[in-house]
């Protein structure tokens, strides 16, 4: 896990020290080198249907979905820098395996590559439309993107666009029955007195800390999600 982690950050830390307002039509994923062993990894994996499966970015790939949901089944789809374009292209990881109930989480790489907030929308209504289509018996929550703190040291700063998550997680919330998904807020899971993702749940102000996932299972489970 600490080498996931160095490999996540470090390719942010680099961007940070340049300009980081990238052309909108920049759809690649964030560190391409790290996207496809993660991609050969998965279709080595076999065929098992009807379980849970997390999807989405770093934030769920550093996640120990199955220690902290209690269940070994649970299936891990987060790919580090990866956005909703990257998703809609590997969708058929995820339909083939006809999951009970498909958690994501994706958005704050669109917004670090300045994807307009409402692509970022359209893009989820796509992704759940695609798994609707081929996984009628999915239930599919969509899961709000989390807050960020970019008073933290090596915050990737190419990610201090808060106004952008307000919006992209009104848009997704708005969506919610036109998308036949449960909208779930766990953005007020973590926010501190001013705000911000609370300093003693993240590394440096963007990923999580392991007792972080903790609160997020527990809040899913309250809620009948889990």
Request: proline share 5%.
């Amino acid at each position: 896990m600490k080498y996931l982690f160095i490999l996540l950050l470090f390719p942010l830390a680099v961007k940070a020290q340049s300009i980081t307002n990238q052309n909108v039509s920049d759809t690649t994923p964030f560190i391409p080198e790290h996207r496809q062993p993660r991609l050969d990894l998965f279709t080595k994996e076999p065929i098992v249907t009807g379980k849970i499966i997390f999807l989405g970015n770093s934030i769920t790939e550093m996640g120990n979905w199955k220690k902290v949901t209690g269940d070994t089944t649970v299936i891990n789809r987060g790919i580090g820098g990866d956005i909703t374009f990257g998703v809609l292209k590997r969708l058929k990881d995820i339909t083939d395996r006809k999951p009970s109930k498909l958690f994501i989480l994706l958005g704050i790489n669109d917004i670090g590559k300045d994807i307009p907030d409402a692509v970022i929308a359209d893009n989820y209504l796509k992704i759940v439309k695609e798994i609707h289509t081929k996984c009628p018996e999915t239930k599919i929550y969509v899961q709000s993107i989390l807050p960020v703190n970019s008073t933290l040291p090596h915050f990737p700063q190419h990610y201090d666009k808060e106004e952008h998550v307000l919006s992209v997680n009104k848009l997704l919330q708005a969506n919610a029955k036109v998308g036949n998904y449960t909208f779930v807020d766990i953005f007020h899971l973590f926010l501190d007195a001013n705000q911000r993702l609370e300093s003693r749940y993240t590394y440096e102000g963007l990923h999580l800390k392991p007792e972080a996932y903790v609160i997020w299972v527990d809040y899913l489970k309250k809620q009948g999600y889990l």
